[in-house]
């Protein structure tokens, strides 16, 4: 998403709650040039302390690693693919049982132009991977049921095993899904309409490792639910949320669940970005 109108981050920022006052803790800086428009986050399991992130659309159809430090560790080169709008990145199960896999969502589209949105998923490494890698995604190709939406929010389940899409700027945005968490290269599906949230300008989201923790960001507010056992995703966020701290930053627009359900931990565009870590309990 490219920067809004002073006017309008204005107005968001001005919508913050008492129960954004918290003081985050800064993990550190995006020191690299590589990274300048950081659109999305996702924590990960196997790689401890570790983070995925990208840059927006019109960029390289790369993902980076970082460290709990914000520092770069590796460049993995997306090979066959663009970056169109890439808008947020998760990190959860796949195909093969007990290994995880890292989902970008070229799901951005500022006109409401797009027939089409895609999902690129490949492995993730077990260990740290070198400087620069090259791999061959699986993709997804997805369309809405009820025309083109601009969307910034992709989480995955992993309990029902399905993925979950929000729409960005409706006046109340829609939660979509899927269930095609095991595609194969090439599949193409329609999503599913599920229900409409009072929400708006809604820029990322995350489900926790362990499904029972889901939050959606906007450009002022994290909204928080608790999914309890036997729930859906949808039932679970048809309820009230509650708001987390959060301090507003330039542009942010990431979010994600620690892998212990710690905390969570938000980036933001922007050159040299702090990357922010807010503690919670349950």
């Known amino acids: ?94 195909p093969v049982k007990g290994k995880s896999y890292v989902y970008v969502g070229d799901i951005g589209d500022n006109s409401g132009v797009r027939k089409h949105i895609r999902i690129y998923r490949f492995p993730e490494p077990e260990k740290l991977p070198a400087e620069d890698e090259t791999i061959t995604p699986d993709v997804l190709t997805l369309k809405f049921p009820n025309g083109a939406r601009d969307a910034e929010s992709l989480m995955i389940d992993p309990i029902s095993k399905q993925i979950y899409i929000v729409s960005k700027r409706e006046k109340e945005v829609s939660l979509y899904k899927t269930k095609q968490l095991f595609f194969k290269d090439g599949d193409k599906v329609v999503l599913e309409k599920l229900i409409r949230l009072p929400y708006s300008w809604v820029t990322s989201g995350d489900i926790s490792k362990d499904g029972h923790h889901i939050v959606i960001k906007t450009l002022s507010t994290i909204y928080y639910w608790h999914r309890n056992s036997n729930e859906s ?32 931990v938000t980036i933001s565009e922007g050159k040299n970005a702090p990357i922010y870590f807010y503690k919670w309990k349950f």
């Not at 048809?238 to 979010?255: D, F, H, N, T």
């Open 1 to 94: 998403m490219r920067l809004l109108t002073l006017g309008i981050l204005s107005m968001l920022i001005s919508a913050t709650s008492l129960a954004q006052t918290a003081t985050p803790e800064i993990l550190g800086h995006l020191a690299t040039d590589k990274i300048r428009e950081a659109s999305g986050i996702a924590s990960s399991i196997p790689l401890k302390g570790c983070y995925w992130t990208h840059n927006d659309s019109g960029n390289k159809p790369e993902v980076y690693l970082l460290n709990n430090k914000g520092t770069l560790i590796s460049t993995i080169k997306l090979d066959g693919v663009s970056n169109r709008d890439w808008e947020d990145i998760a990190e959860g199960i796949g």
């Open 233 to 264: 995703v949808e039932e679970a966020m048809a309820k009230p949320a509650k708001e987390l701290p959060y301090v507003a930053e330039k542009q942010g627009e990431g979010v994600t669940i620690t892998p212990g359900n710690d905390g969570y």
